[in-house]
């Protein structure tokens, strides 16, 4: 058959299945595979939070208690007072007391201000619960619970000034406190996109342009690469990911272009030939901070290797560190405490110990 005809007969039988598809409206397509989501599926993956409010929890969180879990969990990376601009940009700084009043932070638009804070552009309080409710704190994402969210969300604005050191937020104020936000009228509508006209904006694109088919390159060059004097400077980003899912990081040991250590890639390397205390560290989120043989937010496991691995009680030392956390031997930049396993931790401790081999 010419390839034409195959062509053509691939189309008919496609035709016919949609046709068949589509003569039982309302029924799976597959049908006998898979099953409804029940309530409480469908209740855990719908956690999301509306600029009105809508998905909203019922709870509270004072303020003094968001400084406690702040000072836990999420200083390591924003600072005591959320000004840390080391690892993220700082999320608190740049607003005034005019700012609350009028609804508009000033030095957005002021060209001569040094940075722009997540508190400057910030214009829905649902934006900051429902950011740290699902993604925080990093190193365990949707850890914290409801009182928690309130609580964290709470001292923040306190340190913008939004609220007093007595504050207690809950799903009954938190209205009454967007209100109060200083660029809470600074969201604009006018760009064609979410929310559009319902909310007054605009159906007119901001961007207008027309398809050019003309003078096309015919050579595509990538135009941004990580220089090699930068590959490793973070660790190997090959070991910093997941094992599931379709995010593979480049095994920045290699140089660019070089053939994969195994048609695998890299990571299958990690996963199947490294110890097993590599793939508890990807699991748990170590290698975020912590490089094998590289600082990056932490130390690297061979630097605390050869610091306490020829301890006697190395070991049992090392795995209480990495379940309770500290600060002050490597730093003022304190790790939080760890929520694994006694044996995870002490099997991560061993391998310590033993050098921090891969």
Known sequence: MSSSRKLAAAVAALCVAGAAWAAAPGTPVFEGLGRAATP??????????????????????????????????????????????????????GTTQDDIKTGHAARLTDSGYPGRTAMMKLSTVSTLWDFIHRAMPWNAPKSLSTEEVYAVTAFLLNLAGVLPDDFVLSDRNIAEVQQRLPNRNGMTTMHAMWPGPELGGTTRPDVQGSNCMKDCGTEPKVASFLPDFARNSHGNLAEQNRLVGPQRGVDTTRPSGAAPASPAGATAVVALAAPPALALLQRNGCLVCHGVDTKIVGPAFRDVAGKHGARADAVPYLSGKIKAGGSGVWGAI???????????????????ADGAKK
């Open 40 to 93: 409480a599926e469908i209740a855990a993956w719908n956690i999301d939070v509306r600029p009105d409010f809508k998905g909203l929890p019922k709870g509270s969180g004072s303020v003094a208690k968001g400084q406690d879990v702040w000072e836990a969990k999420c200083a390591s990376c924003h600072g005591i007072f959320g000004e840390s601009g080391q690892f993220f940009s700082p999320l608190v700084g």
């Open 334 to 352: 304190p790790m939080p405490a760890q929520p694994l396993s006694a044996q995870d931790a002490q099997a991560i401790a061993q391998w310590i």
